[in-house]
């Protein structure tokens, strides 16, 4: 699952970006609206936890959310805080946000606010997928090949989960390029690299080349 921090305290954020790829979700950071702006088109994230305070403003967090929504955002939005009044709860669920965790809050807390979000839904349509020998948990992080449960990177595992929520689909490279390998300089090397080895631990049907692109084999 992609997950994109929008928060300008490098103190909290430090903290919760490693907490998250620990967990093993695909995690970008933004410490402003623009630079948040950018990475939404390129991480497209399934859940944002976006800071309510950000220098463009005391409620640039609102106005952010209040935009994605009405540009038919789909994910989760969790907004982090410390405006722990009952009317800015209110405005910031009535904006288009899932959830709305006030400062201080506990790591195990956000984690678990995070896996909450995620279960319910948003642009999530399935939290499991099993096919032929293969079974990922898109939840856990966790994939299984004949039962047996198999060890992949944060990028394997990135490579295939993308190819794994929309099975039927054929991704063209470059569109795969962008969205799991955004800040590579290797070129198209890169994702055979990924196939090659995903199909190495999973099979070699797990992932079937087409003219254009990859597709979930198996």
């Given at each position: 699952?992609?997950?994109?921090?929008?928060?300008?305290?490098?103190?909290?954020?430090g903290?919760?970006?490693?907490?998250?790829?620990?967990?093993?979700?695909?995690?970008?950071?933004?410490?402003?609206?623009?630079?948040?702006?950018?990475?939404?088109?390129?991480?497209?994230?399934?859940?944002?936890?976006?800071?309510?305070?950000?220098?463009?403003?005391?409620?640039?967090?609102?106005?952010?959310?209040?935009?994605?929504r009405?540009?038919?955002?789909?994910?989760?939005?969790?907004?982090?805080?410390?405006?722990d009044?009952?009317?800015?709860?209110?405005?910031?669920?009535?904006?288009?946000?899932?959830?709305?965790?006030?400062?201080?809050?506990?790591?195990?807390?956000?984690?678990?606010?995070?896996?909450?979000?995620?279960?319910?839904?948003?642009?999530?349509?399935?939290?499991?997928?099993?096919?032929?020998?293969?079974?990922?948990?898109?939840?856990?992080?966790?994939?299984y090949?004949?039962?047996?449960?198999?060890?992949?990177?944060?990028?394997?595992?990135?490579?295939?989960?993308?190819?794994?929520?929309?099975?039927e689909?054929?991704?063209?490279?470059?569109?795969?390029?962008?969205?799991?390998?955004?800040?590579?300089?290797?070129?198209?090397?890169?994702?055979?690299?990924?196939?090659?080895?995903?199909?190495?631990?999973?099979?070699?049907?797990?992932?079937?080349?087409?003219?254009?692109?990859?597709?979930?084999?198996?």
């Open positions: 699952m992609r997950i994109l921090l929008v928060e300008d305290s490098t103190d909290l954020a903290p919760l970006v490693a907490l998250l790829r620990r967990e093993r979700y695909e995690v970008e950071w933004a410490d402003s609206i623009a630079q948040a702006q950018k990475l939404i088109d390129e991480l497209e994230p399934d859940l944002i936890a976006l800071d309510v305070m950000l220098p463009e403003g005391d409620d640039a967090g609102f106005r952010l959310a209040k935009q994605l009405r540009e038919g955002f789909g994910g989760a939005i969790l907004f982090l805080t410390a405006r009044t009952v009317e800015d709860r209110v405005l910031g669920l009535d904006l288009g946000g899932d959830d709305y965790l006030v400062k201080p809050f506990s790591l195990e807390e956000f984690l678990a606010r995070i896996r909450a979000l995620l279960r319910r839904g948003g642009t999530v349509r399935q939290n499991i997928l099993e096919r032929g020998p293969l079974r990922v948990e898109f939840d856990s992080r966790k994939v090949w004949n039962q047996r449960p198999v060890s992949l990177s944060d990028k394997e595992f990135a490579l295939l989960e993308r190819l794994a929520m929309y099975p689909r054929i991704f063209g490279v470059d569109e795969l390029l962008s969205k799991v390998f955004p800040n590579t300089e290797s070129g198209h090397r890169i994702l055979r690299v990924y196939v090659h080895r995903l199909r190495e631990k999973l099979g070699e049907n797990v992932i079937v080349t087409l003219p254009g692109g990859y597709t979930l084999g198996v």
